[in-house]
């Protein structure tokens, strides 16, 4: 079974940085895209960082400049660096993974969510 654990979040004042990480265990035979998702209260989930398996990156504009995803391949683990924090960016973020697990067919994984929050 594959599972997602996030750590990393906290209370940040405006200006700071955390680093989010998110390592992926259980039967992985191969891990697709990962990604960074976040939701803020009474609002939609949104897509805020994406890592295909061919190292590109892409990032929702209003985090381009800021935070940086990134990956330890050995540890199967994904990181998301975030500078220059805003109010805004207060939100819970979520790891997603496409694994290939012992099904042999792609499926979506998701970490349980780790709080971040940032004050003025």
């Known amino acids: 079974q594959v599972q997602l654990v996030e750590s990393g979040g906290g209370l940040v004042q405006a200006g700071g940085s955390l680093r989010l990480s998110c390592a992926a265990s259980?039967?992985?035979?191969?891990?697709?895209?990962r990604n960074w998702y976040r939701q803020a209260p009474g609002k939609q989930r949104e897509l805020v960082a994406i890592l295909t398996s061919d190292g590109s990156t892409i990032y929702a504009n209003s985090v381009k400049g800021r935070f940086t995803i990134s990956r330890d391949n050995a540890e199967n683990t994904v990181y998301l660096q975030m500078n220059s924090l805003k109010p805004e960016d207060t939100a819970v973020y979520y790891c997603?993974?496409?694994?290939?697990?012992?099904?042999?067919?792609?499926?979506?994984?998701w970490g349980q969510g780790t709080q971040v929050t940032v004050s003025s």
């Open positions: 259980g039967s992985i035979f191969k891990l697709n895209s």
């Open positions: 997603k993974a496409i694994i290939v697990g012992d099904s042999g067919t792609p499926r979506d994984y």
